[in-house]
């Protein structure tokens, strides 16, 4: 059973880096048919798709093009996680960010607990 | 990018009732590469349905889909009071891979 173990912190102030987690159990970062996903949801934006990490021979990252600038989503091999950092923050960067597997059936099947994170001096 | 619209945005039933909850997209799907979640206050997307019609495991067969293309329903067929709670549709054919913004369904 594949799970995914969100942490970081819940406040973040304008103008800076967003910085979160995600520990997976069950399956590996470096596994060769599967991505790993953060996904965000907001009233104001719904569930948006931020990025990706995934390795396939090498190490690859896709990201959406509203945040392409100020994203990155690395793995951590030693620890089996993935992070995501998103840089210069602002309030409507707050939301509640998820990590996510996205299966070698294409599907996004296990999910984080979500982490609340509130943009806000 | 292809983009999901969901139809009704609320959806008000009474359990025993069917419920049919509707996606259309912007463009084609590719390969159908379209699923259906569920999510409850508090908690993450749920995987219900994807594809053409493969359930996620533990999902009651009262859950169903049909649709091709650009336009697909998510159909209950006798809702269970535990069944209340907002549906999106997602799909996951192309990146950036996008989501509907949700059809509430909440009891009459």
């Known amino acids: 059973q594949v799970q995914l173990q969100q942490s970081g912190p819940g406040l973040v102030k304008p103008s800076q880096t967003l910085s979160l987690t995600c520990a997976i159990s069950g399956d590996s970062v470096s596994g060769n048919t599967v991505t790993w996903n953060w996904i965000r949801q907001s009233p104001s934006r719904g569930l948006e798709w931020l990025g990706r990490t995934y390795y396939r021979s090498k190490w690859y990252n896709d990201y959406a093009v509203s945040v392409k600038s100020r994203i990155t989503v690395n793995p951590d091999t030693s620890k089996n996680q993935f992070s995501l950092q998103l840089n210069s923050v602002s309030p409507e960067d707050t939301a509640v960010y998820y990590c996510a597997r996205r299966s070698s059936s294409q599907i996004f099947d296990y999910w984080g607990q979500g982490t609340l994170v509130t943009v806000s001096s | 990018e292809i983009v999901l619209t969901q139809s009704p945005g609320t959806l008000s039933l009474s359990p025993g009732e069917r419920a049919t909850l509707s996606c259309r997209a912007s463009?084609?799907?590719?390969?159908?590469?379209l699923a259906w979640y569920q999510q409850k206050p508090g908690q993450a997307p749920r995987l219900l349905i994807y594809?053409?019609?493969s359930r996620a495991t533990g999902i009651p067969d009262r859950f169903s889909v049909s649709g091709s293309g650009t336009d697909f329903t998510l159909t209950i067929s006798r809702l269970e009071p535990e069944d209340f709670a907002v549906y999106y549709c997602q799909q996951y054919g192309s990146s950036p891979y996008s989501f509907g913004q949700g059809t509430k369904l909440e009891i009459k």
């Open positions: 594809g053409a019609s």
């Open positions: 463009q084609s799907v590719t390969s159908n590469f």
